[in-house]
């Protein structure tokens, strides 16, 4: 993907946003483009009296928000000195800066938790439209053991139809720029009455049918090990618990079948509470196969 948009990433001071900074900081000079850092300030409307003090306030608002920036800046210098950082303070509300920002931007990261501006930005309602809403791909930087995620694969669920599509672009991409395997996983309903090999079959039929769906990806990344997984359950809980050995979980935000509702509905939130490792959560676009990224594309 030749793609030198910027990546986002919402910064608040707090050590969840600095953990995404240092994310964010990586992935910006694997790939060669510029981090944008962005702070949030939704500044209170104030009454009458208020509003004699209101222009000393909103400077110290805005000052403190300088600041954050500054330090998430050396943050991401120290992981990556020649890396080329921008600042952006918007006077708005979390959301919205980062729905805008997705317009321009490759990737939009956030942290897990925070304080103010993109505070517990996805935790509630603000993590579903920011989501459902970006023009991009969102990544929240869940788990606090960073080195940990080094040298593990990256894993994308996948539900065997066109739908997964750009879950599985982004993976085959970043699995490349980080020279990382990629695990890619189906997560099939269980049927109590099929005997061992029928289950077997049923199984070695999905991975085939898999196969040649990420026949297009396989072509043109030859270098990337892959591994594809089918299991029986429901995807929540496999996709958590496989979070645990892995560097990135990568989600499209539309599915159906064995996956269905995947990021926006259980599997997403299950992941953004309780996934331990960096989880993607990407939109469904026009894009089904990795040829079309060659031209204009809505990602």
């Excluded at 990737?107 to 501006?117: D, H, K, M, T």
């Excluded at 929240?140 to 694969?153: I, Q, Y």
């Excluded at 029986?232 to 809980?237: D, L």
Aim: charged share 25%.
């Amino acid at each position: 993907m030749d793609d030198k948009r910027a990546i986002v990433v919402g910064v608040d001071g707090s050590a969840a946003a600095m953990r995404a900074v240092r994310w964010a900081a990586r992935e910006a000079s694997l790939r060669d483009v510029p981090l944008r850092l962005l702070t949030a300030r939704a500044l209170p409307r104030p009454n009458r009296f208020e509003a004699m003090l209101a222009p000393d306030a909103r400077h110290a608002l805005l000052d403190q928000a300088r600041e954050t920036l500054r330090e998430a800046e050396q943050e991401a210098l120290a992981v990556a000195p020649n890396l080329h950082v921008d600042h952006d303070l918007q006077v708005t509300a979390a959301a919205p800066a980062l729905i805008t920002a997705s317009h321009q931007a490759q990737l939009v990261v956030v942290g897990s938790s925070g304080l103010g501006g993109v505070a517990g930005l996805f935790i509630g309602s603000v993590a579903v439209g920011t989501a459902a809403h970006s023009r991009c791909p969102v990544v929240v930087v869940r788990g606090d053991d960073e080195s940990a995620w080094e040298g593990r694969p990256i894993v994308v669920g996948v539900d065997g139809t066109a739908l997964s599509d750009p879950a599985v672009d982004l993976a085959f991409d970043t699995a490349s720029v980080r020279a990382a395997d990629l695990l890619v996983v189906h997560v099939r309903a269980g049927r109590g009455d099929r005997s061992a090999q029928e289950r077997e079959q049923a199984e070695e039929t999905v991975r085939s049918a898999v196969a040649e769906q990420l026949r297009p990806w396989l072509d043109k990344y030859p270098t990337v090990d892959v591994r594809i997984a089918v299991q029986t359950g429901r995807p929540e809980p496999v996709l958590v618990d496989l979070s645990n050995g892995a560097q990135l979980v990568v989600v499209g935000s539309r599915g159906r079948g064995a996956v269905a509702g995947l990021t926006l509905g259980s599997v997403g939130h299950a992941l953004l509470h309780r996934a331990n490792c960096p989880v993607a959560l990407v939109r469904q676009t026009q894009q089904t196969e990795p040829e079309a990224a060659e031209g204009p594309s809505d990602r």
